[in-house]
């Protein structure tokens, strides 16, 4: 028997998008049917939407036998982050900076298990973020920064190495690195990311954070 679509399944679908797997153009009768949009979580449904979707850290899927390992949001106690921050567009940062702190403390993170590392660029983030992966005193990393396009061919080189070096960091030091770095066009892209009408990235980054330390401490150490 298939299992019963989702909650969100209904809400999804109602909204209007160039995306939706219905055809506006058939003749034949809509039936129902889950579409699925990239997950980007909204200030306002940080807390109610996050905490039911990522409440246990085990999931038995129905009629499946098998379990679903995942990290969770409520279990947060003992979990250590380094936080790399890049000094670069300060004024972006900044409030990257402070959305991830406030979704730390919202998820009952303690303050003295969280170590802010400042760096002056997003290039530089990655080397210390390998560093504090390998130094055994953290669950996670998470990597803040801004890079927004200018006149030249450096936004692709720091972009790029920013993405790959973050990775190769977590490969490396076998602990999640979260990329919290923005990559954009201009500033205003920026800021509607670090606050504005787009949420914050970087509450965002830390509830990923969070998520994946549980996974790691609790299911694959």
């Given amino acids: 028997m298939a299992a019963a679509a989702p909650a969100t399944t209904s809400s999804a679908a109602a909204r209007p998008s160039s995306s939706s797997s219905f055809s506006r153009q058939s003749d034949a009768p809509l039936r129902a049917a889950t579409v699925s949009f990239p997950y980007s979580p909204r200030p306002a449904a940080l807390a109610a939407g996050a905490r039911a979707s990522r409440v246990s850290p085990v999931v038995v899927a129905a009629g499946g036998g098998h379990q679903r390992l995942m990290g969770s949001l409520t279990n947060t106690q003992g979990l250590r982050f380094g936080v790399v921050v890049a000094r670069f567009n300060e004024i972006v940062t900044n409030l990257l900076l402070q959305g991830a702190l406030e979704t730390f403390e919202r998820y009952s993170v303690k303050k003295e298990n969280i170590t802010v590392v400042s760096v002056p660029g997003s290039f530089e983030i990655p080397v210390a973020a390998q560093k504090l992966g390998k130094s055994g005193k953290f669950d996670a990393i998470l990597c803040?920064?801004?890079?927004i396009r200018g006149d030249t061919t450096h936004y692709d080189a720091v972009a790029n190495s920013a993405?790959?070096?973050?990775?190769?960091?977590?490969m490396s030091a076998?602990?999640?690195?979260?990329?919290?770095?923005?990559?954009?066009?201009?500033?205003?892209?920026?800021?509607?990311?670090a606050g504005g009408k787009a949420g914050n990235k970087g509450a965002e980054a830390a509830l990923t954070a969070i998520e994946m330390a549980s996974l790691f401490q609790h299911h694959l150490a």
């Fill in 174 to 193: 076998e602990i999640p690195c979260i990329f919290g770095v923005l990559t954009c066009d201009d500033m205003d892209q920026a800021l509607n990311r």
């Fill in 144 to 147: 803040i920064g801004a890079v």
């Fill in 163 to 170: 993405a790959s070096g973050v990775l190769s960091a977590g």
